[in-house]
Nanobody, 119 residues
Framework: QAQLVESGGGLVQPGESLRISCTAS????????MGWFRQAPGKEREFVSRIVWTGGSTSYADSVKGRFTISRDNAKNTVYLQMNSLKPEDTAVYYC????????????WGQGTQVTVSS
């Protein structure tokens, strides 16, 4: 059974950095796209970033472009989201997800990790 587990969330002050992780298990994720999404209280879930597991092509939401960096470690089967210059509006539960390359629906989701940016 494929599983995605996020970790690394926490409370940081505005302007600080945080790195969250998503460890994948249960199947090979080559041929998959790994995505990060977030959902703030009272808001809909939104796309943050994604990376193609094979090849490493990336994309970002405009709201995080230039501040967030997505990467992967094949040996550890882990995807990271490095978040710099954090703002209060980045506060949300961050979810990791996976979909097959060439499809649109993310079929695997993690349980989420809370990121709070507050002074």
């Amino acid at each position: 059974q494929a599983q995605l587990v996020e970790s690394g969330g926490g409370l940081v002050q505005p302007g600080e950095s945080l790195r969250i992780s998503c460890t994948a298990s249960g199947r090979a994720f080559s041929g998959y796209v790994m995505g990060w999404f977030r959902q703030a209280p009272g808001k809909e879930r939104e796309f943050v970033s994604r990376i193609v597991w094979t090849g490493g092509s990336t994309s970002y939401a405009d709201s995080v472009k230039g501040r967030f960096t997505i990467s992967r470690d094949n040996a550890k089967n882990t995807v990271y989201l490095q978040m710099n210059s954090l703002k209060p509006e980045d506060t949300a539960v961050y979810y990791c997800a996976a979909r097959r390359t060439g499809t649109f629906n993310y079929e695997y989701w993690g349980q989420g990790t809370q990121v709070t940016v507050s002074s």
